[in-house]
């Protein structure tokens, strides 16, 4: 699909959340009607300064998630798949740092990276992030976009991985039955055997001396030298995106700071399977 269509189409979508009929949208930031119909129907693309009104009007105040939708408008970049709707901006802009990165670290206290999601994982994770009664339509599409996203680990040149996984999180997952934990726990092992990848379970805080009490994060790295590493903090209502230098320092200490007090990476496959067997126990 062609940039200004894809452009026209989010702001279509962020128009209609907003609750705004078109008619209020193209008066308030000085349009004509037939303006914005064209540029929402991807027929005359809009510059980069009545985008950028369109997105402040429609509650779009994240740098990230308003510079991801502006390279489009700019040129700067070719489509990806994550550019297409329904897939929300703040999602996509995340799932394109991910999709660029050389380098990924991840931590996360009580569930596992989507990187390393089972199907059977994938779709207990959706089901416990939303709300009650979320039709089986929305779990399954929900995750489908996470397989999706682990295509970037079977890439010629995949990003390099490293994640530290909490203990807790392998032995009280969102997964009901004990085979699909056995299968998620392989997969694991598997995972650590990848030359791209570098797994790490955590310790007991009382061995290490060290508590970790902030929000699960991801730091990315980009091949680009010039290009600064990106703090992705993973909250409530989705991910939040930092680039302030001294804030992505902190987590990189943080992230130093667990990998040192988890078990070393050569026996993580021993610890895992210790896990497993553990699992295995409740059959």
């Known amino acids: 699909m062609k940039a200004e269509t894809l452009v026209g189409r989010h702001l279509a979508l962020l128009r209609t959340r907003r609750g705004l009929r078109m008619e209020e949208a193209a008066t308030a930031v000085g349009l004509t009607l037939a303006q914005l119909s064209a540029a ?11 985008v950028g ?10 740098w990230h998630e308003a510079q991801h ?5 700019r040129g700067e970049r070719s489509p990806g798949w994550f550019d297409e709707p329904p897939i929300p901006l703040w999602m996509a802009a995340a799932l394109d740092a991910e999709d ?9 206290p009580h569930y596992l990276p989507s990187l390393l999601h089972t199907r059977a994982y994938a779709e207990a994770a959706v089901r416990a992030f939303q709300h009650p009664g979320t039709s089986p339509e929305k779990i399954r599409g929900g995750a489908d976009l996470i397989m999706k996203r682990q295509q970037v ?15 807790k999180t392998l032995l009280d997952p969102p997964l009901a039955g004990v085979e699909a934990r056995l299968a998620q726990i392989d997969h694991l092992i598997a995972a650590a055997k990848e030359p791209r990848v570098t797994l790490q379970i955590t310790r007991p805080s009382a061995v290490t001396q060290y508590l970790y009490q902030g929000a699960p994060f991801t730091l990315t790295r980009f091949p680009e030298a010039q290009r600064a590493d990106l703090l992705t903090l993973h909250m409530m209502h989705g991910p939040r995106m930092v680039s302030d230098r001294q804030q992505v320092e902190d987590y990189h200490v943080a992230f130093a700071r667990l990998y040192i007090s988890a078990h070393p990476a050569d026996v993580t496959v021993e610890v895992l399977t210790e896990i497993r067997e553990q699992l295995s126990g409740q059959t």
Not at 40 to 50: I, S
Not at 100 to 108: E, V
């Open 153 to 167: 680990l079977r890439r010629d040149e995949p990003p390099t991985l490293w994640v530290v996984l909490d203990r």
């Open 40 to 50: 929402e129907h991807g027929r005359h693309p809009l510059g980069e300064q009545e």
């Open 53 to 62: 009104r369109l997105l402040a009007l429609y509650g779009v105040h994240d």
């Open 100 to 108: 660029r990165a050389s380098l990924i670290y991840s931590y996360g």
């Open 69 to 73: 939708l502006q390279s489009l408008v």
